[in-house]
């Protein structure tokens, strides 16, 4: 239950307070069209909300409902790192990886 809560509020935060991910006139956006470069040129809480999104996005697709935070800070560290060397990668394949 906590986790699904936090999920709506990271997707709420992310919908509603991010401008470079709002650039579409009709609001309509998948995951998949957002480079590591886009989420990188987000600055503080909007590059973290973007990458929590990213982290909930990929644990409901696996059906999971726990997680370990040292893992998470690991792989939002190697996120970061993928996210720099290859900023065309779209941004949910990077996590992908970096969570294998």
């Known amino acids: 239950m906590i ?3 936090t999920i ?6 992310l919908i509603a ?3 470079a991910w709002s650039q579409e006139k009709n609001g309509n956006r ?3 069209q957002y480079s590591c470069k886009e989420i990188m040129r987000e ?3 909007n590059r973290e909300v973007a990458i929590a999104f990213l982290h909930g996005f990929l644990l409901g697709k ?3 409902s726990s997680f370990n935070l040292e893992t998470l800070t690991k792989q939002t560290d190697a996120f970061l790192d993928r996210c720099l060397e290859n900023p065309n990668e779209k941004a949910v394949d990077a ?3 970096v969570k294998s």
């Open 3 to 5: 986790v699904r809560n």
């Open 8 to 13: 709506y509020v990271i997707a709420t935060l």
């Open 17 to 19: 307070g991010s401008p």
């Open 30 to 32: 998948t995951i998949e």
């Open 43 to 45: 600055s503080g809480s």
């Open 62 to 64: 696996s059906g999971a």
């Open 95 to 97: 996590m992908v990886k």
